[in-house]
Nanobody, 123 residues
Framework: QLEFVESGGGSVQPGGSLRLSCAASVGVIFSNYIISWYRQAPGLERDLVATLPKGDKAEYSDSVKGRFTISRDVIKNAAYLQMNNLEPEDTGVYYC????????????????WGQGTQVTVSS
């Protein structure tokens, strides 16, 4: 059964770095999947942080632009979110979302959500 599983969260001081992973549980044509990272701060809505379409032209929210980098490794069937110069406002649960972009596959358009990984940035 295909799942996307996040890992790599933790607690860091402001200015620190973390690298989050979003790994497919079975082998897929990973490049077909549109990958997005979302963040949900305590008591707030889940907001889009970064997205990586099939063409790999990444888009970022204004709050993380220049600090975060989204990428994928098709051999490892995983996507990543490199987070540098972390700020307290980056604290929250980070979720990976993957969507099949090819209409020739049965899971076309279906969103896969991971369970989330906690990121805490504090002194």
């Amino acid at each position: 059964q295909l799942e996307f599983v996040e890992s790599g969260g933790g607690s860091v001081q402001p200015g620190g770095s973390l690298r989050l992973s979003c790994a497919a549980s079975v082998g897929v044509i990973f490049s077909n999947y549109i990958i997005s990272w979302y963040r949900q701060a305590p008591g707030l809505e889940r907001d889009l942080v970064a997205t990586l379409p099939k063409g790999d032209k990444a888009e970022y929210s204004d709050s993380v632009k220049g600090r975060f980098t989204i990428s994928r490794d098709v051999i490892k069937n995983a996507a990543y979110l490199q987070m540098n110069n972390l700020e307290p406002e980056d604290t929250g649960v980070y979720y990976c979302k993957a969507v099949q972009s090819s209409p020739t596959y049965t899971d076309y358009g279906r969103p896969y959500w991971g369970q989330g990984t906690q990121v805490t940035v504090s002194s």
